[in-house]
């Protein structure tokens, strides 16, 4: 990580890391904290960190050897939409997969708890993004117990230690994944109570957005201390070395977004992907496809276009 981009990335999400070991509590915690930043600066923060993914991207899918999995977690109103849309903004879509993960269905229930987040992995060279993820089995299943019921658990699955147990097998199977090749990278969206008072009524108020809320989500704000105790749990026992948590400040959008992208770009920086280096023979076979196209240039074009606009 000798680049001094990566310096300076490592140097401004340092704070937002969860150390592993560490005990978390979201009340000490500042969703509108912006590190001393004014908005007027964060746009050219935000754009200097999606170049760096959409420089960063195109290697990963041509070395093929590395994944990256981005799970974002958040309450309802956290932001995960628009953190999605801008911070992958110059990203090639084809390398990139979003999922979000609803109620399960009938078919997902006759299958381990991991089974359904398993199914939408990154393949090599992709960047996966999971839209709430496995994350929520020991968030809204917690604070949901009746949900646990539906999984059809055995009875020696659903005794005391159920949440220790599953922290312990989510962080096995990060491991495995890290050890596979698959970067996990894990962000929370920090938002306060207020913010999000103030975010369903926007949707209220504005017709356009109208269809963004949902009764349920007033339903499920009657829970926040729940919530606040389960996130708190749940960050402490798996921010590991091999996946952190990454805890950000939610509030003030602008700021969320530059702290997910540097969060993200981060990642790839230390993967440090590189395009391969063709060998002898496919080089053989470049300079003698390169020979017939140059042959075929029309009178008075030049015959390599390319390398005649970058020689003058």
């Given amino acids: 990580m000798a680049d001094k981009r990566a310096r300076r990335i ?8 969860v150390k592993p070991g560490t005990r ?14 004014r908005k007027r600066d964060g746009a050219r ?12 991207q195109p290697r990963l899918a041509a070395q093929n050897t590395h994944g990256v999995l981005l799970c974002l977690q958040a309450l309802d109103a956290g932001g995960k939409d628009g953190t999605i849309r801008h911070v992958m903004s110059g990203v090639n879509p084809q390398g990139v997969r979003v999922s979000s993960f609803k109620v399960p269905s009938a078919e997902e229930l006759d299958h381990d708890y991991l089974w ?14 999971f839209n709430r993820s496995h994350y929520e089995e020991v968030l809204v299943v917690r604070v949901h117990p009746e949900l646990l019921e539906r999984q059809r658990l055995p009875e020696s699955a659903r005794g005391p230690g159920v949440w220790e147990r599953r922290y312990r097998e989510i962080n096995d199977w990060e491991r495995y994944l890290t050890d596979n090749g698959f970067t996990v990278v894990k962000i ?77 770009a981060h990642a790839l920086i230390k993967i440090d992907p590189q395009f391969p280096v063709v060998g002898d023979e496919v080089r053989r076979e470049l300079l003698a496809a390169r020979r017939e196209l140059e042959a075929e240039a029309p009178e ?6 390319y390398a005649a606009r970058h020689r003058s």
């Fill in 10 to 17: 490592a140097k401004f999400i340092k704070p937002l890391r």
């Fill in 24 to 37: 978390v509590d979201l009340r000490d915690l500042d969703p509108r904290y912006k590190a001393g930043m």
């Fill in 45 to 56: 923060l935000l754009e200097a960190g999606v170049s760096l993914l959409a420089e960063y």
């Fill in 116 to 129: 359904r987040y398993a199914d939408r992995l990154p393949a090599r060279g992709e960047i996966a993004i």
């Fill in 188 to 264: 929370f969206l920090n938002l306060s109570k207020e913010e999000q008072r103030a975010r369903f009524l926007k949707r209220i108020d504005l017709p356009e957005k109208n269809w963004k809320f949902s009764a349920a989500d007033v339903r499920e704000r009657r829970f926040w201390d729940d919530y606040q105790e389960a996130f708190s749990e749940m960050l402490s026992a798996t921010s590991t070395p091999w996946a952190p948590w990454y805890v950000v400040p939610a509030d003030r959008k602008w700021f969320a977004r530059i702290c997910a992208a540097a969060v993200l």
């Fill in 300 to 305: 008075g074009e030049p015959a390599d276009p």
